[in-house]
Nanobody, 121 residues
Framework: QVQLVESGGGLVQPGGSLRLSCAASGFRLDSYTVAWFRQAPGKEREAVSCRSSLSGSTFSNESVKGRFTISTDSAKNTAYLQMDNLRPEDTAVYYC??????????????WGQGTQVTVSS
């Protein structure tokens, strides 16, 4: 059974850091392109960062460039999103997703259930 389970969310002060994890089961994560999305209350879901399984290249939303880093650990079959210098506008539910092929703005095969990130003083 294919499953993605996110963890690592929580409450953090502005300027702080969090590392989100996305544990995959039922398939090999490194065979898929992995992306992180987020959705804030009242807003549409947006792509945050993506790592292509085809090229190994990573792509990030302009709003998080230089602050967020996507990575994968094949041995743990887990993807990560390291988030540094967090801002209140980063508050959202964060989701990981996977697809075959290259990074795409929205079309992914499997999604996790999401983890809440709240940035507030």
């Amino acid at each position: 059974q294919v499953q993605l389970v996110e963890s690592g969310g929580g409450l953090v002060q502005p300027g702080g850091s969090l590392r989100l994890s996305c544990a995959a089961s039922g398939f090999r994560l490194d065979s898929y392109t992995v992306a992180w999305f987020r959705q804030a209350p009242g807003k549409e879901r947006e792509a945050v960062s993506c790592r292509s399984s085809l090229s190994g290249s990573t792509f990030s939303n302009e709003s998080v460039k230089g602050r967020f880093t996507i990575s994968t650990d094949s041995a743990k079959n887990t993807a990560y999103l390291q988030m540094d210098n967090l801002r209140p506008e980063d508050t959202a539910v964060y989701y990981c997703a996977v697809r075959e092929g290259s990074c795409h703005p929205s079309d992914y095969d499997y999604w996790g259930q999401g983890t809440q990130v709240t940035v507030s003083s």
